[in-house]
């Protein structure tokens, strides 16, 4: 369809899914007058399910949404696409490491990665979301050779809007006051919110965040174990992962990719680490501030990196690498 942006989402069955199918079939992100063919794929035994969706999906009677095609095939799902969105995976359960999930949801990524290698535009923007995210990231953009590894991108953004809103709460602002926080690393419990470069608009003044704050030892202590256990806390007290704020901050994501971020911020992204300034290892998927124009993002260059903040950096980057060797083991016993 021409004029219409073809947007994947996998995993339409599941919880993050019914949360986020509106906005995007709404205008909530590719833009409000852009016309959109949303494709949902799940599991065979799903299907039932999703012809419900697709149901609700039609009964929402929504303008933009021109196309609606569920699916259980790889090649139709990853036929053409603008936009990837893949939520699909074993969510992980209380008391379960997002390690335990790594080879589960390694074949899933591979076998998805080469299907948008073959079945897709080469200027498909792909954003994973199922855990272990950046990982997951990583093992789909090694399986899809034609399309540019900046393509790629995983989901931190959930950690950034959730460093955030710590901060607004704190500080008794709404969340729009507080800007350039930054999610490095991997959206685990290693993950460092770090917002040394943060600030804060309190009453018309913009203030550093720690002036803004004035509780150092809060910001270095519980702030950030709070926003690395946030999603923990919520399958603790839901028996289930976050899905609400899960779909907001993906429409967040995709949002910025697509319109770019706005002036004066930038936002956290899962990207490929290769050419990075800060001294992470190359070829990771690891979140950094970056800034978006034109549908490209670049990483925020040159911010002063002191010592607490460098060891926790690495701490995360050292963390991913072991799951990348981890899942590269995994792909070659499935090939
Ligand atoms: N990066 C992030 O910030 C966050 C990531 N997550 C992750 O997102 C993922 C999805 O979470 P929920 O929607 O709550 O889970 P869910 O279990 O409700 O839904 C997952 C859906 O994926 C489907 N699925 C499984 N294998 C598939 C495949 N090969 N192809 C297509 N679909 C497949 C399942 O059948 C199910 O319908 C989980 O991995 C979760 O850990 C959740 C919250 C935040
Ligand atoms: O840990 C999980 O599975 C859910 C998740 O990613 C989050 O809420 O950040």
């Keep these: 369809m021409t004029g219409t942006v073809k ?45 419900g969706v697709v149901m609700e999906l039609q009964d929402c009677a929504l303008p933009l949404l021109k196309e609606v095609i569920a699916t259980d095939k790889e090649e139709v799902a990853f036929k053409d696409l603008d936009a990837a969105i893949l939520v699909g995976s074993m969510p992980r359960r209380e008391g379960m490491e997002r390690k335990d999930l790594l080879k589960a949801n390694v074949r899933i990524f591979k076998s998805q990665g080469a299907a948008l290698n073959k079945y897709s535009k080469k200027t498909v923007k792909v954003l994973v979301v199922g855990n272990p995210a950046n990982t997951n990231c990583l093992i789909a953009l090694k399986s899809a050779l034609t399309i540019p590894r900046e393509n790629f991108t995983c989901l931190t953004r959930l950690d950034h809007n959730r460093a955030v809103s710590q901060v607004a709460i704190r500080v008794g602002v709404d969340s729009a006051a507080v800007k350039k926080a930054i999610i490095w690393g991997n959206h685990s419990s290693t993950q460092y919110p770090d917002v040394h470069h943060a600030t804060v608009n309190v009453g018309g003044q913009e203030l550093p965040v720690f002036q803004a704050v004035k509780d150092d030892a809060w910001l270095k202590g519980d702030f950030i174990s709070t926003v690395q256990q946030r999603g923990a806390a919520v399958i603790k ?99």
Aim: glycine share 8%.
């Design 237 to 335: 007290a839901r028996k289930l992962s976050s899905a609400m704020s899960a779909a907001k901050a993906i429409c967040d994501h995709m949002r910025s990719f697509w319109h770019g971020t706005a002036e004066g911020d930038w936002v956290s992204m899962g990207v490929v680490s290769d050419g990075n300034s800060y001294g992470i290892p190359a070829d990771l998927i690891y979140s950094f501030p970056v800034v978006i124009k034109n549908k490209s993002w670049k990483i925020v260059d040159g911010l002063n990196i002191n010592d607490f903040s460098r060891e926790k950096m690495l701490q995360t980057a050292k963390e991913l690498v072991e799951e990348r060797d981890m899942a590269l083991e995994f792909v070659s016993e499935s090939a």
């Design 7 to 51: 947007v994947l989402v996998t995993g339409a069955a599941g919880q993050i899914a019914y949360s986020l199918l509106y906005s995007i079939a709404s205008g909530n992100v590719f833009g409000k007058d852009q016309p959109i063919s949303l494709v949902l794929l799940d599991i065979t035994p799903m299907l039932g399910v999703l012809e």
